[in-house]
């Protein structure tokens, strides 16, 4: 069993950045697939990002935040970050950590058997 806890989120005008950040409990960190999702009021819950077990070496984005967001993991401090930049309107969302043991990388919510809380994130125009 993991617990996750979701901060760094806030509210930040179009252009600016933010990093979220996901403290995970639980002395086996390592051996998780971290991902990053997201919910905009009224519609359903999106991928945004994930990375690998261990070293975290691979990584997965959801096309609108490729080359914007940079998702990276500390296992040292059982923590998994997502960089934001150039942040837009349309990010304004609650964003999710979630956790899964599984191999590979995976955007279906499906596939993640622990969830943090989420934390807002507000892009002012």
């Known amino acids: 069993q993991v617990q996750l806890v979701e901060s760094g989120g806030g509210l930040v005008q179009a252009g600016g950045s933010l990093r979220l950040s996901c403290a995970a409990s639980g002395r086996t960190f390592s051996n998780y697939v971290m991902g990053w999702f997201r919910q905009a009021p009224g519609k359903e819950r999106e991928f945004v990002a994930c990375?690998?077990?261990?070293?975290?070496?691979?990584?997965d984005y959801e096309g609108s935040v490729k080359g914007r967001f940079t998702i990276s993991r500390d296992n040292a401090k059982n923590t998994v970050y997502l960089q934001m930049s150039s942040l837009k309107p349309e990010d304004t969302a609650v964003y999710y950590c979630?956790?899964?043991?599984?191999?590979?990388?995976?955007?279906?919510?499906?596939?993640?058997?622990?969830w943090g809380q989420g934390t807002q994130v507000t892009v002012s125009s």
């Open positions: 990375i690998s077990r261990w070293s975290g070496g691979y990584g």
């Open positions: 979630a956790a899964t043991q599984r191999v590979g990388l995976f955007r279906d919510e499906d596939d993640y058997d622990y």
